[in-house]
């Protein structure tokens, strides 16, 4: 192993309850540098283990989604401007539910914030909302922590295995609706 992870696991290591602390607030300060959701939870799996690094790696991504709450209601341009880029991605009117953001959450290219804005949606009170949030960043935490510990044995098959399965799961979890038209809803027989 390099030098320079000897160093950060010696550090981690002497510093006790002070590493998970920085991680936990590593991941509310990494929206404003621009690094992913997805790469901070596999260097929790490198440096914690998929036990501890899927619970700091959730305690951290649902501080977030909390402040985030507070900062979309404060802030209701900003609000109205997710909603807006929502409706680009997800079509007018779409509302997406917490399975289906839970799977988005794993997919590295869809904006975090995106997805609280549609789970501000789905449930508008706060108990609800972090309730939901945690569910939903539930498997984000443990895919990508457990991701980052056996990133080393996963062979180009197996990543398209995964990346399949995703888009699997959120056709599954879908919520269905069916549509009926006014015309046929109405319709006479001749």
């Known amino acids: 192993m390099d030098d320079r992870y000897a160093f950060v ?15 936990i607030l590593f991941h509310i300060v990494r929206q ?16 914690f283990g998929s036990v501890f690094g ?13 402040g985030s709450y507070f900062i979309l209601k404060m802030f209701p341009g900003l609000n109205q ?11 007018q009117g779409a509302v997406l539910t917490v399975g289906q953001i839970a799977v988005l ?4 290219f869809v904006h975090y914030q995106l997805l609280n804005v549609c789970l501000m949606e789905r449930r508008p009170a706060l108990g609800d909302y972090i309730r939901s949030s945690f569910l939903a960043n539930l498997p984000l935490a443990f895919f990508y922590t457990v991701f980052g510990e056996f990133i080393s044995e ?3 098959g197996i ?10 799961l959120f056709y599954t ?6 549509v009926i038209k006014w015309r046929e809803f109405f319709h006479q027989p001749s």
């Open 81 to 91: 401007r997710l909603l807006k880029l929502k409706q680009k991605w997800f079509g």
């Open 54 to 66: 899927t619970l700091y790696s959730l305690a951290g991504l649902t501080l977030l989604s909390v």
């Open 105 to 108: 959450r794993l997919v590295p």
């Open 9 to 23: 696991f010696t550090f981690i290591e002497a510093s006790g309850w002070l590493a998970p602390l920085a991680f």
């Open 173 to 178: 979890l879908r919520e269905k609706v069916k």
């Open 159 to 168: 990543i398209a295995m995964i990346l399949l399965g995703l888009c699997l």
């Open 32 to 47: 404003f540098i621009f690094i992913p959701v997805v790469l901070v939870c596999i260097v929790g799996g490198i440096l």
């Open 154 to 156: 996963f062979t180009p």
